[in-house]
């Protein structure tokens, strides 16, 4: 499936082209969504917009992906006839093919290959596509356009959350429809039995000074792994901010909580995003003992993304240090090929040829690491270039804050930078916190 990421910045670029939309009154126009979307969001649309014609702009845009990995758009239309002779002085520009009227309805297959078709009041853009694939989308968007609320989205529990947002901006999404990089700290609490398909993530979002804050939580539909998220939650306490200085403005996520090792230790355990991380060490070195004597701040930051070996800093704030007495054993029953070197006092080097993670504690019980010594040493620093003091300040008594570096984003990913631009201004970053 493509990532949710992609496909939203594939949309707002297509706005950026020239087409505004925002909501009205009415919300008859939202039965053209389908009512199998695993990602929703609800925007108003900037004044800068350019217009475009017949669309009711006092009304919410709706970007959406279905269960096909299609990705949609919804408006309001208070010109049907408007809209068509504009679409058709696009045709001459070679921006859009000339309006077809096909089952009752109005299409054109626009040139970065989304169809857009509507009737009197909706307004529906999906794809992107390629031009053997139009007739059958027009068939199901010819579907779409005359359901009623039973059929649509009105019907389903994704709007149901989402309607219960109080926000301009707000999305719902499962969390297998986010970028693969982001996946595990969505999961977190989540019992191991389940999968990213069944956990959710709800959001209101506000955007100032180059930073996506999104407010939110995960939940789930199935009772049982909902039961599971919400009483991991309660294992979060108010964070510090002892380590928020100290992620790089460069790194692409840090993870920020306040927590007693001896129950996060449970909620690490059943995420199998970072067991498959830590995998590697963990057959040399005993991370669980370690992660029961956190007492206090905690921070992960992952300086970019590997699927394949371990890229993660943590530090941490201690009750303990008694695992240091097992260190010499470490040493010892290390796997072949691996082995663990002494570093300096109570400081630490694990490699084994593909790996290297370097660990200790200070005098004054803070747990630091990191890829290279460097990196572990400034995990407990303040960093030479660190997040925004605003930034800080935010993350500082909320109980658990994901912070992710949008610049960082490659390939076709990386299109969202610029794609959520005209919608969001000149957004670099993504803060999300537990609501």
């Known amino acids: 499936m493509r990532s949710l990421s992609l496909h939203f910045s594939q949309l707002i670029l297509l706005l950026m082209a020239g087409i505004a939309f925002s909501s009205c009154s009415g919300d008859s126009y939202i039965n053209a969504i389908p009512s199998d979307v695993t990602a929703i969001m609800s925007v108003n649309t900037p004044k800068s917009f350019i217009d475009y014609k017949g669309v009711d702009l006092g009304s919410d845009l709706y970007l959406f992906e ?8 919804c408006a309001s239309l208070n010109d049907a006839d408007a809209l068509e002779k504009y679409f058709d002085e696009q045709s ?7 309006v077809q009227e ?4 109005r299409f054109t297959l626009l040139g970065n290959g989304f169809l857009a078709g509507f009737s009197d009041n909706a307004l529906l853009l999906m794809g992107p596509l390629v031009q053997s694939d139009k007739a059958e989308m027009i068939n199901r968007m010819a579907r779409l356009l005359k359901q009623d609320d039973d059929a649509s989205v009105k019907n389903s529990k994704i709007y149901d959350v989402l309607d219960s947002l109080d926000a301009p901006r707000r999305m719902v999404a ?6 693969q990089q982001f996946i595990t700290p969505f999961m977190l609490g989540a019992p191991k039995t389940a999968d990213a398909s069944q956990v959710y ?3 209101t979002m506000t955007a100032r000074n180059g930073v996506l804050d999104m407010q939110g939580h995960t939940f789930s539909f199935n009772k049982d792994i909902d039961a599971a998220i919400q009483n991991a939650q309660k294992v979060y306490r108010p964070i510090k901010g002892r380590y928020v200085g100290s992620m790089p403005q460069d790194a692409m996520l840090g993870l920020f909580v306040n927590v007693d090792g001896k129950k996060f230790i449970n909620v690490m355990h059943d995420n199998q995003g970072l067991q498959a991380m830590l995998a590697g060490i963990n057959r040399a070195i005993d991370m669980d003992n370690i992660i029961k004597s956190v007492d206090g701040d905690m921070a992960i930051v992952v300086p970019s993304y590997s699927p394949d070996r371990l890229q993660l800093s943590m530090a941490a704030e201690l009750a303990n240090s008694k695992w240091l007495a097992d260190v010499d054993y470490w040493k010892q029953s290390a796997p072949s090929g691996s082995s663990i070197g002494d570093w300096s006092k109570n400081a630490y080097i694990y ?6 993670y370097c660990f200790g504690v200070t005098d004054d019980l803070q747990y630091y690491s990191g890829g290279s010594q460097e990196t572990a040493l400034n995990s407990i620093k303040p960093s030479v ?8 300040k935010n993350i500082k008594g909320q109980r658990l804050v994901m912070v992710v570096n949008l610049n960082l984003l490659s390939g076709k990913q990386g299109s969202i930078v610029q794609a959520l631009k005209p919608i969001l201004g000149n957004v670099n970053r993504i803060m999300y916190r537990l609501d």
Do not use: H, I, Y
Not at 102 to 105: D, Q, V
Not at 385 to 392: I, T, Y
């Open 174 to 179: 499962r969390v297998d429809a986010l970028p």
């Open 385 to 392: 270039e660190p997040l925004s003091d605003e930034m800080q």
């Open 66 to 73: 279905d269960a096909d990995g299609n990705l949609g758009a």
């Open 201 to 203: 993530v709800a959001a």
């Open 92 to 98: 001459a520009k070679g921006v859009c093919e000339k």
């Open 102 to 105: 096909k089952r009752g309805f």
């Open 351 to 356: 490699t084994d040829g593909k790996t290297t």
